[in-house]
């Protein structure tokens, strides 16, 4: 069993949808979870950040862990055309020092808003 | 230049070149990292430096060797590559704290490498 798995998609929507990204995982101490966004021909840019389980809201974006389920999702809200890119799930099992602090990612999720 | 920046942008090198990636942070962090990515798969940990001392190497070949002069910049040098090696190589950078939490870490845009 991989230790994140992340649907790749590809997912398309219109514009103004809600869009729902999820990661499940497997290793029940990781602590920290991110969501990356990568544009093509660009490095991943971290979009949220979360600790331990709940939710974080910036703007159009919402993280939700759920570690008892270890589930992970990503909603984003009024969904733009700019917002088409690829979305990495991330998570580590804690703070740096050798191989704990290192990130495991997932395969990414390729999305496209249509106009 | 700010952020992280990576070069070649492109490379299309031999199995029997060596060539090497460079990569420099202008953000002041004290660490450094080169991961591979490749179609379909999860981005891949290959190397950490902390403090220019290497902390990690994830089971890398030895076709692929890395080096740290200073906390500023990172390369990764290239012999006898196989095709199956033809990925994008990202570097990023973080400031570890020590402290019990996640840096974030910040990406380079990648270098795009096709092995022949």
């Known amino acids: 069993q991989k230790e994140v798995e992340q649907d790749p998609g590809p997912l398309s929507v219109p514009e103004g949808a809600i869009v729902s990204l999820n990661c499940t995982y497997s290793n029940s101490a990781f602590q920290y979870f991110m969501w990356y966004r990568q544009y093509s021909r660009k490095g991943p840019e971290l979009l949220m950040y979360t600790y331990s389980s709940g939710n974080k809201e910036d703007g159009r974006f919402t993280a939700q862990v759920d570690k008892s389920s270890k589930y992970i999702s990503l909603f984003i809200r009024d969904s733009q055309p700019s917002d088409s890119a690829t979305y990495l799930c991330a998570m580590a099992l804690g703070n740096y020092g050798g191989s704990q602090g290192n990130l495991i990612f997932g395969k990414g999720t390729k999305l496209s808003v249509k106009p | 230049e700010t952020g992280v920046t990576q070069t070649p942008r492109h490379l299309v090198m031999g199995m029997t070149n060596k060539k090497s990636l460079k990569c420099e942070q202008h953000l002041g962090h004290n660490a450094m990292y080169w991961y591979k990515q490749s179609a379909k798969k999860p981005l891949e940990l290959m190397f950490v430096y902390s403090l220019e001392e290497r902390v990690e190497n994830n089971s890398v070949p030895s076709r692929f060797s890395p080096e740290c002069p200073n906390s500023s910049h990172l390369f990764l040098h290239l012999h006898t590559l196989q095709p199956e090696d033809s990925a994008l190589y990202l570097c990023?950078?973080?400031?570890?704290?020590?402290?019990?939490?996640?840096?974030?870490?910040?990406f380079g845009p990648g270098t795009r490498l096709l092995v022949l």
């Open positions: 990023a950078s973080s400031q570890e704290s020590g402290a019990d939490i996640q840096e974030t870490q910040y």
